[in-house]
């Protein structure tokens, strides 16, 4: 390649980015002029752009390397080697300016090595494609900023009327005159806590990060969604395919089935684990606050209760969805004391754990077998443990009436931890972002 065609590839791909023409334009246009197939690709390997369809089906492969090879990469050029037998390599070149990131340029090279001056156009072609991925990134954070006011608005219930709710919904292309249904999507450590991030920015960007996960998850399975992040969760609305409520629900939960998965992919703590709260079905969108409080309370609870569970739909919960609705935490916390406040107590002055045992006991309908090895104990411990908690509240287990006030009591007490722990994480995913 000579310098005169350095400086056209220049030139060429400048205009382009000038006229708006997009990046399958420019990829098109420097594939003709180096005479190979080209991918441009965004932060996490997605395909943005590619000048030859018929090789997509590369694509797979290369990005299931890049994802391997992520550390080696090191955000320097790049040679990764796709097939060894094909001889099929792929040059990689990030897209950035600064030390700042966009995504990445991608030659397909086949038994050849790239020459020193094409590699020349690619640095030249990169650096001004980061023009293009500036532009279309500083784009998407305005869209994504009113996008989340959007969403905001409607879980706060600040809409000023119907009309507005409907106009501006049409601007994201949302219908809100669908049945919808509402998932939380949170990560938690194994003993509830939420992530921390050295900073905003660093917050804001691993759940865009999601968010995009989401999408991209979500791209083969419905169009019918709608996904932002608020505070400290993701939050996502879905209008269901199917009609009848228990076909909603059963729909919603496959939904989040799928998502898991590709979350849990991606996250970069893998002590933390993914937790999906869904609402009820929202038949129209003044109802979507009650909605969020739901999925926000299935999480909740299932982490105060300390269950494996990833995916809990608030139908699930049972009793609780009533207690949840009862605000004199006072009354809740005396019967909770008249019932529980010897366990408690000795749990707390001891260091012992007879409350879980409790719970795990009646969880496993009192079979005892089940409920030692789900708590890791020795069959004979665990009667020992049931002769202390006997003793120290007079529980009998013969009784339905007191199984049945225990059962409850201890329902209370899960709601009141969980309040304590939504204080205490300021559970206000309303915080502008």
Known sequence: MTTQTGETLYHILLNLVLKEKGL?????????????????????????????????????????????????????????????????????????????????????????????????????????????????????????????????????????????????????????????VLFVIKLVTPLGQGISHASIQAKMHYLQKLEKVIRNAMSSHSNRYLVAHLGDVNVMLLIPKTETTASIKEESIQVARHLIPQLQKVIENQDMVVKIGISRVCYDFFELPTAFHEAVESIQMIVQMDSSHEIVHYDDLGINRLLLRITDTEELENYCEEHLGELIRYDKEHETSLLKTLSVVIETDGNLKDAAEKLFIHYNTLRYRLRKIKELSGIDFTSWKKVARVVLALQVYHIIQARKKGKEAKWAPFVKS
Request: aromatic share 8%; with cysteine; net charge negative.
């Open 24 to 180: 399958d334009a420019m990829a098109t246009a420097f594939s003709e002029i180096i005479g190979s197939t080209v991918f441009l690709l965004d932060r996490e390997f997605n395909l943005f752009a590619c000048s030859d369809e018929s090789t997509a089906h590369l694509f797979k492969a290369l990005k299931t390397k890049l994802i391997e090879d992520l550390f080696a990469i090191n955000n320097q050029a790049t040679i990764v080697e796709l097939d060894h037998e094909l001889g099929l390599s792929c040059f990689l070149l990030p897209i950035q300016v600064g030390t700042t990131i966009y995504g990445y340029l991608c030659i397909l090279d086949h038994r050849r090595k790239l020459h020193a001056l094409d590699v020349t156009a690619a640095e030249q072609a990169a650096l001004v494609m980061a023009l293009d991925f500036q532009k279309r990134m500083a784009v998407e954070e305005i869209e994504r900023r009113y996008l989340n006011d959007f969403v905001r608005d409607l879980l706060e219930g600040r809409m000023e009327s119907r009309s507005n709710a409907l106009h501006r919904g049409t601007i994201y292309k949302w219908d809100l005159t669908k049945p919808q």
